[in-house]
């Protein structure tokens, strides 16, 4: 590797021979390594007990080590007092270094009080000439003051660094991909068709990388926005981890919607809402009411009043005692009836579905003949009167990933039953290993007879759930070192004005743009530009234009050649366009640009075998092993796939009958080891 900057020390040198430089590794399993190397030493022996979290931001290792170097001024470091090297990389600046390069393992060993004395180490024993801030690049320093300035909120926990003023969290100062994001996703929510009903969408990626705050963007998106026809969206948030406690999961979803939108239902509308909220299956208390209300009235107007007049004009005898008795216990009698009345009254109230109770739902549900129809029918009713008055529903779900199995299937399958007829549209945010494995706890006796090799069970359900499933845009590392760059030469009130003047360009420019090749075009193009704020324009609003009608129309034509690639069902060429629309923009928003014809045989194997594209995401450098079908080098649960003839037709991307329009796709551009790991960096 390259040594020019900073020389490295014996112990960095063994590490990294440990390791391997072409490994691909995260930061916190390369800081452990160099924890591991001095257990002796470092923090006085307490790093054994740091239990470091690891991350989907992985790198090759040579690479992590070029990075590192580039923090240190070479200029102002002094390693060892007793050495002659005036400049050296050890192993306490190796793990700084990692920590600035990646948000996550600082907030884990700045947490546990680690960074603290590891920087204290340094300058006191490893005699740094300066505090550790002043030993720093530019950009080194750049990266160390955001991470002091850093709200660790978990939706701004990221694999990568972030600036983290206040103007971050305002969408249209976002440059790193989230907030462009956002309104390719609300672009394309805004374009589904109502006569489509529910259209569920799957935003997934692991606890911390942001999911909540793409939401909060897309709200924004769609709530400031009024369609050419004059529809206008409301946006229902449900935290299904704070409603896992209410069964069944529909009901509460269902009241969720009812309440956020209630006040956009005209009058009738409302009224009959109401009132079939309270009549649902509960006539059968109101008849003993009013029976009861009926002797009541009747008993009252029959008061023998002569009784009364006897105990005031004769002697107190004991006919007449007895006769007070007797009026004392009918008068009794009446509050006691009058009581169960009015309890009658109560309970009727109660077990009907008028103030919301999850356990009238679960008591109609029980009572009542096919329940289930007569609520899916009273959904669409609602939604459709929401739709005359011109409004549109989207239900933002969050945390699924943090509820039981059994909640988390019983609600998404809830949205596929009871509100499937509806026009609403679900934007999912959660962790799509959770999911899988919740499916699989849920459907483990069907498990060996429904997994398929390369697709769990969870997948298959996961497949039918949504219409389509997209991660979190990533940020490479050049991205971020650019971004960095710009942010530490400029003011924010030039940088809104910069914002404002370069997008205002980008849109003419682009949404001129009539297809994806000439939207690619226009993103090829812009590598010529020198600005880095012009250059992250163009591309936000390339990612906005793909996600409108005209693109998205031909692109189906586009990518009508790889149909020999797919599954043999309607949904295949639907569920291509859509996610390999998706992966398109990630390539944009994170600057890793990736050839089509690589980006679609890549999108084809992630969905059709999503382990063995996880495998590969992990392990790269096995594509060789699995295109050679060397079954000893890949685990168990692959190896079936080596005899899958379908598996190594995409991996090479041929096929007899492969061709675009123009015939311009090459006999033989097999899926590369350089693609699969542009797509790690990709998404988050």
Not at 31 to 36: G, P, S, W, Y
């Amino acid at each position: 590797m390259d040594n020019s900057l900073l020389p490295l020390s014996s112990s960095v040198n063994a590490i990294i021979e440990k390791v391997g430089p072409d490994t691909f590794i995260d930061a916190a399993t390369f800081a452990d390594e160099a924890f591991k190397f001095h257990y002796d030493k470092y923090l006085n022996g307490s790093e054994t007990s740091l239990q470091l979290r690891r991350s989907k931001n992985k790198r090759k290792a040579n690479e992590w080590f070029a990075d590192v170097q580039t923090l240190f001024d070479k200029s102002l470091v002094e390693s060892f007092s007793n050495s002659s090297e005036k400049v050296m990389l050890h192993g306490r600046m190796l793990i700084i270094g990692l920590s600035l390069l990646d948000i996550s393992l600082y907030q884990q060993i700045k947490a546990s009080g680690a960074f603290d004395a590891l920087v204290k180490e340094s300058e006191e024993d490893y005699k740094l000439q300066k505090p550790l801030f002043e030993a720093l690049t530019e950009y080194g320093r750049g990266l160390y003051q955001s991470l002091l300035q850093t709200n660790s909120q978990p939706d701004q926990v990221d694999s990568v660094n972030i600036w983290s003023d206040n103007a971050l969290q305002k969408a249209e100062n976002d440059l790193l991909g989230r907030a462009a994001y956002a309104r390719f996703l609300s672009q394309r929510i805004t374009f589904t068709q109502p006569d489509e009903g529910a259209y569920a969408i799957h935003l997934y990626g692991p606890w911390g990388a942001g999911k909540s705050t793409i939401l909060n963007f897309v709200k924004h998106e769609l709530e400031t926005t009024v369609q050419e026809n004059g529809d206008k969206w409301l946006v229902v948030e449900f935290n299904a981890w704070r409603h896992q406690h209410i069964d069944p999961p529909w009901w509460s979803l269902m009241e969720s919607i009812f309440q956020r939108t209630k006040g956009n239902l005209r009058f009738w509308d409302r009224l009959q809402e109401y009132s079939w909220r309270f009549n649902t299956g509960r006539l059968i208390y109101l008849i003993p009411v009013i029976i009861m209300l009926w002797l009541f009235s009747f008993a009252i107007s029959w008061v023998p009043t002569n009784i009364i007049t006897a105990q005031v004009n004769q002697p107190l005898t004991f006919p007449v005692i007895l006769a007070a008795v007797a009026t004392t216990a009918k008068n009794s009698s009446d509050i006691i009836a009058l009581i169960l009345t009015v309890w009658g009254a109560v309970l009727a109230i109660n077990r009907s579905l008028l103030f919301g109770s999850a356990k009238a739902a679960q008591d109609y549900k029980d009572r009542i003949n096919d329940p289930m129809n007569d609520i899916k029918q009273r959904f669409t009713n609602l939604i459709s009167s929401l739709r005359n008055n011109h409004y549109r529903v989207a239900v933002f779900i969050d945390d699924l990933d943090r509820c039981r199995s059994t909640y988390a299937v019983e609600l998404l399958e809830g949205i596929q039953t009871l509100f499937r007829d509806a026009p609403v549209i679900y934007l999912i945010a959660a962790d799509r290993h959770w999911l899988n494995a919740c499916y699989e706890q849920v459907y483990e006796k069907f498990k060996p007879q429904i997994d398929r090799p390369g697709k769990p069970l969870g997948s298959l359900f996961l497949e039918k759930a949504f219409r389509f499933s997209t991660p979190l845009p990533g940020i490479s590392k050049d991205l971020n070192r650019q971004y960095w760059q710009y942010l530490l030469n400029l003011k924010q009130d030039e940088q809104k004005a910069d914002l404002e003047a370069a997008r205002a360009k980008a849109q003419k420019l682009v949404w001129q743009a009539r297809n994806e090749s000439e939207v690619r075009k226009a993103v090829d193009d812009s590598q010529k530009i020198t600005s880095f704020i012009e250059r992250r324009a163009i591309r936000e609003a390339a990612v906005e234009r793909l996600a409108t009608p005209e693109v998205m129309k031909p692109l189906e034509h586009t990518l009508q050649p790889y149909e020999v690639l797919l599954e043999k069902n309607p949904r295949s060429m639907k569920r291509l366009v859509n996610t390999y629309s998706s992966n398109l923009t990630l390539t944009f928003l994170s600057e890793v640009d990736v050839d089509r014809h690589q980006l679609v045989l890549w999108t084809i194997l992630s969905f059709r075998w999503p382990q063995l594209a996880e495998y590969l995401e992990e392990h790269p450098e096995m594509l060789e092993k699995i295109i050679q079908q060397d079954a000893a080098a890949i685990p168990d649960e692959l190896k079936p796939l080596l005899q899958e003839p379908e598996v190594l037709k995409v991996i090479s991307g041929t096929d007899k009958e492969l061709k675009d329009e123009e015939n311009k796709l090459p006999k033989s551009n097999p899926l590369t080891q350089d693609t699969i790991e542009k797509c790690v960096q990709m998404h988050a």
